[in-house]
């Protein structure tokens, strides 16, 4: 290396890591911040100033889940083929800012008459347009930063994976700050200053993207921009039409998301699901049929195994984030309805979300230490296992909110503390098993489908967000016109979905650790 070529690489490092790592790190956390903050509050919005009925309001929030995990599927295959990671992050940036900010225009409070929920039509038109911007955005913006980060590196550079403890922390501290900040304002001062915030943060993101290019050292721009600019028709580029097809997506999309509580039965001997569910459903059928023809026909033994573990492990992610949803779910409405939130100072239910993101700053650190510690002693669990347990963690958090829904405190509503404790041991279950599964993902797929796989996996985290909208509503309430909540009652309904939610945690849990040491053969040698 030449003095002058020393010279530069030193001046693009900062603490020992690459500049554009921490350009990454606060445009994800300004990112978070906004997606977190309109999340905690979402839910909350729907049903006290919509007056949306639960079961309408989870309709809603699976819908919504469902295709913001969806998008980015697309979204980074556009990017890796056509757009460039730099285009695609700017242009998701861009909508982003424009659906937080719209999400602030609140229209006219719905009010109730004669039993009948009278809403503000065009206010909502205006939030579903919101939304489906958000979504689009997401699916532009999300695969691609964590990509980034990864390309600042030489292959084999033992920063690599310290790098990337830096990069989540960013995610963690923006879902941190997220619920302190967006979802105390807007359960305090009005929705519109929650959403109004997160759309501050994201356009804090975008421009620290925009302003830190530089840093970024040319990783971002197109594979092959002359494929990018060929006109294709008449005046209109390559890149136009991805914009103009964009835009159809996203009315495709705003009319889809307003269907989110229309039933269709398209098939007389299947159960009625929604528009957003059974064009999932679609999308997995032709996932799953390309995937089971490609392990029988263009996979050896060996491939086809460690693949069937791939798709367990998957599967495993998905009941686990069902569970896991249920905190901007069910475990929302709960804590604003029948828990006593004083400690200090009254907490709202959105703040409270704060806990998922405080217990993984406070968990991180451990774990990071305990994996390579028993990995020396040759004791690390496998990754069968580590889902196992993680399932088994998750099952028993509910576990903690059984108790404190059937011990109330005097006054008849539950304690704070327990639900700390469920979200201290939700938290240990993502620590053993989220990190597995994008890495399984790379480690475990044939090198030719990997691709293909990662879309598998973002799927599974779409349903997740579906299947926890369809176990929340186990615990609608419905409160008639002129009455007050009964508390006993709600304590009731709660209590039943989180032994549900329970059994399915434990259940599956033990299931995947009776079958470990077979997944763990299959895996043939991958740790």
């Known amino acids: 290396m030449s003095a002058a070529a020393g010279a530069t690489a030193v001046s693009e490092e900062f603490w020992g890591h690459p500049k554009g790592l921490y350009i990454c790190f606060f445009t994800e956390m300004w990112e978070r911040f906004s997606f977190y903050g309109m999340k905690a509050l979402l839910l909350l919005y ?7 009925s639960d079961d309408h309001g989870y309709n809603l929030i699976g819908a919504y889940g469902g295709l913001v995990y969806a998008t980015p599927v697309i979204g980074g295959l556009l ?29 006219h409070q719905a009010t109730l008459v004669n039993g009948v929920v009278q809403q503000d039509t065009a206010a909502l038109k205006v939030f579903y347009l919101s939304l489906s911007l958000i979504i689009l955005g997401v699916g532009f913006l999300k695969p691609n930063i964590s990509t980034i980060v990864g390309k600042l590196y030489p292959d084999n550079d ?34 519109r200053f929650g959403f109004g915030a997160a759309g501050v943060g994201m356009l804090g993101g975008l421009l620290t993207f925009t302003l830190g290019q530089k840093h970024l050292l040319g990783h971002t721009e197109a594979k092959d921009p002359a494929l990018l600019r060929a006109r294709l028709l008449g005046p209109l580029t390559r890149e136009h ?22 039933m269709l039965q398209l098939v007389s001997w299947l159960p009625e699901m ?3 569910l059974w064009a999932m459903h679609a999308i997995s059928v032709v996932l799953l049929t390309g995937v089971f023809w490609f392990l029988l026909t263009r996979c050896n033994a060996v491939e086809r195994q460690q693949m069937t573990v791939l798709l367990v492990l998957i599967a495993c992610c ?12 069910s475990w929302v409405l709960f804590s604003d309805r029948v828990m006593n939130r004083h400690f200090i100072i009254d907490w709202t239910a959105g703040q409270l979300t704060f806990l998922g993101a405080f217990f993984i700053i406070v968990l991180a650190p451990i774990v990071s230490w305990l994996w390579p510690w028993l990995e020396r002693r040759n004791l690390n669990p496998s990754k069968p296992m580590k889902s196992a347990l993680g399932l088994i963690f998750a099952g028993l958090s509910f576990l903690a909110l059984v108790w404190s829904a059937r011990h109330p405190q005097d006054n008849g509503l539950t304690g704070l503390w327990w639900f700390v404790l469920a979200y201290f041991v939700l938290e240990i279950g993502e620590m053993l ?29 779409a349903y997740s967000e579906m299947f926890a909208a369809l176990l929340g509503k186990l615990s609608a309430i419905e409160i008639p016109e002129g009455a007050t909540l009964n508390v006993a009652e709600a304590l009731a309904k709660y209590d039943a979905l989180f032994v549900y939610s329970a059994k399915i945690g434990i259940g599956s ?11 763990k053969r299959m895996m043939h040698g991958v740790r």
């Open 433 to 461: 098993l989220s990190p597995i599964g994008l890495a399984a993902v790379t480690q475990l797929s044939v090198p030719r489908v990997v691709g293909v796989m990662m879309g598998g996996w973002w799927l599974g985290t």
């Open 158 to 191: 033992p920063r690599r994976d310290s790098g990337f403890s830096i990069y989540y922390a960013g995610i963690n501290l923006g879902a941190l700050l997220a619920s302190l900040i967006a979802a105390w304002l807007g359960e305090t001062f009005g929705w």
């Open 46 to 52: 729907l049903t006290k100033y919509h007056l949306f």
């Open 274 to 276: 929604s528009a957003v």
């Open 241 to 262: 039409l991805i914009y103009l097809a964009s835009a159809a997506g996203l009315l495709g999309i705003w009319l889809l998301i307003q269907q989110h509580s229309l």
């Open 509 to 519: 849990g033990i299931v995947i650790l009776l079958l470990t040491p077979l997944l």
């Open 79 to 107: 990017a890796d083929r056509y757009l460039g990671m730099r285009k695609s992050v700017i242009f998701g940036g861009v909508l982003l800012c424009l659906g937080h900010f719209g999400m602030a225009f609140e229209g």
């Open 318 to 329: 998905l009941i686990f984030f069902t569970l896991y949803e249920q905190t901007y779910g």
